[in-house]
């Protein structure tokens, strides 16, 4: 079917490459109505160097989990060990996570949506981590 917007929240597009992300953004076009809005948030430079990379640990009793993220050439790369309980010893469990950086200019030369409006988001510091994007069709 045909919408009047599609969303795409919480750094669904940073973790698309360049290749998808341009077949992504033909998707949303063809389901989009004319005039149709697509909104979606970004991570900026801001957010992956200065918020997003680093080590972070969380636990509970059950499970325990290490996240260490790498920010280099506009990539986050973020390798995950999840601890969890299986009797009296632990699992382990790993993974890895990559990211984009792109810089809110680069869907304006996609060229497939017509950029529309963009807002600076602060939510974890004194600059903005994200940035919210409004296309059209």
């Given at each position: 079917?045909?919408?009047?917007?599609?969303?795409?929240?919480?750094?669904?597009?940073?973790?698309?490459?360049?290749?998808?992300?341009?077949?992504?953004?033909?998707?949303?076009?063809?389901?989009?109505?004319?005039?149709?809005?697509?909104?979606?948030?970004?991570n900026?430079?801001?957010?992956?160097?200065?918020?997003?990379?680093?080590?972070?640990?969380?636990?509970?009793d059950?499970?325990?989990?290490?996240?260490?993220?790498i920010?280099?050439?506009n990539?986050?790369?973020?390798?995950?060990?999840?601890?969890?309980?299986?009797?009296d010893?632990?699992?382990?469990?790993?993974?890895?996570?990559?990211?984009?950086?792109?810089?809110?200019?680069?869907f304006d030369?996609?060229?497939?949506?017509?950029?529309?409006?963009?807002?600076?988001?602060n939510?974890y510091g004194?600059?903005?981590?994200?940035?919210?994007?409004?296309?059209?069709?």
């Amino acid at each position: 079917g045909k919408f009047d917007a599609c969303v795409a929240i919480f750094d669904v597009l940073n973790y698309m490459d360049k290749e998808y992300l341009e077949k992504f953004f033909y998707c949303v076009k063809n389901v989009l109505n004319d005039g149709g809005n697509f909104l979606f948030d970004i991570n900026t430079f801001y957010g992956f160097d200065e918020i997003a990379q680093g080590t972070l640990s969380v636990e509970d009793d059950k499970h325990f989990v290490v996240l260490n993220s790498i920010f280099q050439n506009n990539i986050m790369n973020t390798k995950i060990d999840l601890f969890y309980k299986n009797g009296d010893l632990y699992k382990r469990d790993i993974g890895n996570i990559i990211q984009y950086f792109y810089c809110d200019d680069y869907f304006d030369k996609i060229g497939v949506l017509k950029p529309f409006r963009k807002l600076p988001i602060n939510l974890y510091g004194e600059e903005a981590d994200k940035t919210l994007i409004i296309m059209k069709n």
